[in-house]
């Protein structure tokens, strides 16, 4: 089993469209959790941290569910823009290793 | 803003030669890594520098070696490439976060390798 697991995609939606994808991980350990967003030949860059009480950056959603070990991340609205793989980032327990996820990939179309 | 540069962006090389690629950030971070990133796969941690004067192996650590030469400067070298280290190299750099776990990740815009 994969530490992080995403579905791969692509998820092909709308512009105005609501999607959400799932994250799982393995590790029980884990305490910092994140989204990151790649565009297509570009370099992660970090859309946002994960809290426990799950937060809000607006029309992103990002929720954490320890007991099953799941993570969510919810975009409303979608934009044309939004367009990129989402890269699902958890900690191993340690302090100074993430484990990627190989990243869900987004297609919002016109 | 420069933030993390990698070098060089693109580079062919022959099996069993030898390169180093470089990567450099300004905004004073303490801990510093490199990463491959293949298809279909999560980016995979290589080797890692938590301060200057320490480095660690990460997940795939075979057939490199790393140089933290000073807080800004971290080095990935290839010593006899292979053909399976094809892959995207990102460098990244960071702080700590809550609770000192790790923070934001900054990457470099990667460097694309080929070994034919």
């Known amino acids: 089993r994969k530490e992080v697991e995403q579905d791969p995609g692509p998820f092909n939606v709308p512009e105005g469209a609501t999607v959400a994808f799932n994250c799982t991980y393995s590790?029980?350990?884990?305490?910092?959790f994140f989204w990151y967003r790649q565009d297509c030949r570009k370099e992660p860059k970090l859309l946002m941290s994960v809290y426990s009480s799950g937060n809000e950056d607006g029309r992103f959603t990002a929720q954490l569910n320890r007991a099953s070990q799941y993570i969510s991340l919810l975009i409303r609205d979608s934009k044309l823009s939004d367009s990129a793989t989402y890269l699902c980032v958890v900690n191993d327990g340690r302090y100074n290793k993430l484990i990627f996820g190989a990243g869900t990939r987004l297609a919002v179309h016109p | 803003n420069a933030g993390v540069t990698q070098t060089p962006k693109f580079q062919v090389l022959k099996t069993g030669q030898s390169m180093t690629l470089q990567c450099a950030q300004d905004?004073?971070?303490?801990?510093m890594y490199w990463y491959r990133q293949d298809p279909g796969m999560g980016l995979r941690l290589i080797y890692y520098s938590a301060s200057e004067g320490t480095t660690d192996k990460g997940e795939v650590p075979n057939g490199y070696n790393v140089s933290r030469l000073n807080k800004r400067e971290f080095s990935l070298r290839l010593e006899s490439a292979a053909p399976s280290q094809t892959s995207v190299y990102f460098c990244a750099s960071s702080e700590p976060g809550l609770a000192g776990f790790i923070g934001e990740l900054f990457f470099g815009e990667g460097s694309r390798l080929t070994v034919l």
């Open positions: 590790n029980s350990a884990s305490q910092s």
């Open positions: 905004m004073n971070h303490n801990s």
